[in-house]
């Protein structure tokens, strides 16, 4: 199996790196597929040896070839997460493939399989995508979000059948709809507009009853940020004071998320994270959280271990 995991970690790395473009020209006049790529600093067209994935990220050491400006570690991270998930989803979902050898194979099984492959690829792209640009923005755009149900729809249908899709709108019905209740229950002030629209497709391709994983874990993994961000914002005099503690990622990170607030988006998703003290006079502030790539999380989660987690969950609890 290890040829195909290295062709498709590669695939990842290439894929990846288009997604950057998209990310970063999203909801600009530029164009995504034929503007040449350039640095956003000096606006220098980069040349082939610029744009290999990662590689050139550790070659350059992190700064432009042409003005030495930083480079941003988003690109690095997005090419190596774009792979990993890549090759988790052929292995974990598609492992048979590696079976299928000549000189007999069922060249449909075959042909459907890498249809069925291929589609849950592009889901889980569309998803990077979400996730990174709602992190940067605050927005879940929703041309993206239309792309994603497509997408999901299609794959389902590949995968398995009218029923699958029957299963996929059930999970529908009680995701997006639990999240449409708590959006217009709150005016919008615990979810964004965004997260209903994305639980859509997220439910279609999971389905019943797996979607409760994806709900636990989308849920669980914003409230532990959310801790850490309290934390931060508790002990961040501590941690300045501390050498260079407070520029570590997780806490350069926290310390970007704390900032935000007193941003108010219009169509964002986010947590709000309550911090201040009764003693305090001043009033408290509400973090904005960024949901999108929680629930993103949580489809991936549930796409590639949710039946096994489920399974654990009600045996556990006795459900």
């Known amino acids: 199996m290890t040829p195909f995991i290295l062709i498709v970690a590669l695939l990842g790395l290439i894929i990846g790196s288009f997604l950057n473009v998209v990310i970063a020209r999203l909801g600009t006049k530029e164009g995504i597929v034929w503007s040449r790529s350039h640095c956003p600093h000096c606006q220098h067209t980069l040349g082939f040896w610029d744009l290999i994935p990662l590689l050139s990220f550790l070659a350059l050491r992190g700064r432009c070839r042409y003005c030495h400006a930083p480079i941003s570690w988003q690109y690095p991270l997005v090419e190596l997460t774009t792979a990993i998930l890549f090759v988790l989803v052929f292995v974990v979902r598609y492992g048979s493939l590696s079976d299928l050898r000549p000189p007999t194979p069922d060249l449909s099984a075959l042909s459907l399989e890498l249809l069925a492959l291929s589609l849950e690829l592009g889901f889980v792209a569309i998803l990077i995508v979400i996730s990174f640009y709602d992190a940067r923005t605050l927005l ?3 041309s993206l979000v239309g792309v994603a149900v497509v997408s999901a729809i299609v794959s389902v249908l ?3 059948g009218l029923s699958a899709l029957t299963s996929g709108l059930l999970a529908t019905v009680i995701f997006a709809g639990f999240f449409a209740l708590l959006f217009f229950v709150s005016r919008g002030k615990w979810l964004g507009g965004g997260d209903v629209k994305l639980a859509v497709p997220i439910a279609i391709i999971v389905g019943w009853p797996t979607i409760f994983v994806t709900f636990l874990v989308s849920f669980w993994s914003g409230a532990v940020l959310g801790i850490l961000i309290l934390f931060y914002r508790k002990y961040s ?3 300045t004071s501390v050498g260079n503690l407070d520029k570590l990622p997780l806490l350069s990170f926290l ?3 704390e900032s935000r607030g007193n941003v108010t988006p219009s169509r964002s998703t986010w947590i709000p994270v309550a ?9 408290a502030v509400s973090h904005e959280i960024p949901f999108g790539p929680f629930l993103a999380l949580g489809a991936v989660v549930s796409m590639l271990w949710g039946g096994a987690l489920l399974h654990w969950y009600v045996t556990i609890f006795g459900i």
């Open 140 to 142: 879940i755009p929703d």
């Open 158 to 160: 590949v995968r398995g």
């Open 237 to 239: 005099i501590f941690l």
């Open 255 to 257: 310390r970007k998320q």
């Open 275 to 283: 911090s201040g003290d009764r003693n305090d006079n001043r009033s």
